[in-house]
């Protein structure tokens, strides 16, 4: 298995960082939808648990990004859709990576503007900076909420795209993704 990008597909570590964050973030926002359903005894751990998985994403995109760098991605496959298709993918990606860096940034200010210290990973706890404020903690979670249900539907119109490549374009674009696929 190739560990690096090549000009045909991507390699086997930008293929991990794709579906760890895949998962994550579905886990993520399950949580987020349904963590108030969890039997009150726990609550708390389910909450540990999406601002572990939240900040987990935050670091996979720091990496993903830092590799991006080192190890540019393959170029888009050409399609007959042209141009217009290219565009309309930068920009879905580009939103995707925003909303991966402000969802999780979010949560922790909603955290803080609780008054509740940040657990990490259960190892420590960072401090909140703030006095507890209520209704400025209800708008943030909104706001949070809000990024993070725009979120899956982008990374859904995502997935629809690869689809449409695989299925009626006939193209790569799909295959080059996939964990275990050389082409």
């Known amino acids: 298995m190739q560990v690096q990008n090549s000009l045909e597909r991507y390699g086997a570590i930008p293929k991990t960082f794709h579906w760890a964050t895949v998962v994550l973030v579905i886990a993520g926002w399950l949580l987020g939808q349904f963590g108030d359903d969890l039997p009150h005894t726990m609550h708390a751990a389910g909450l540990s648990i999406h601002i572990a998985i939240g900040m987990t994403i935050f670091a996979l995109l720091v990496a993903r990004l830092v590799w991006r760098f080192i190890d540019p991605p393959p170029p888009p496959e050409t399609t007959a859709l042209g141009g217009i298709a290219e565009v309309g993918a930068r920009i879905i990606h580009v939103a ?45 979670l909104e706001v949070h909420e809000l990024m993070a249900n725009a979120l899956v539907v982008l990374a859904a119109m995502h997935g629809a ?5 695989h299925f009626v374009l006939g193209d790569r674009t799909l295959r080059r993704m996939l964990p275990g696929t050389a082409h």
């Open 161 to 165: 795209a690869a689809l449409v490549h």
């Open 96 to 140: 995707l990576y925003a909303l991966l860096v402000a969802i999780p940034i979010m949560g922790i200010l909603v955290q803080f503007a609780r008054g509740h210290a940040l657990p990490v990973f259960g190892l420590w706890e960072i401090a909140s900076p703030w006095v507890r404020d209520r209704e400025f903690a209800k708008s943030m």
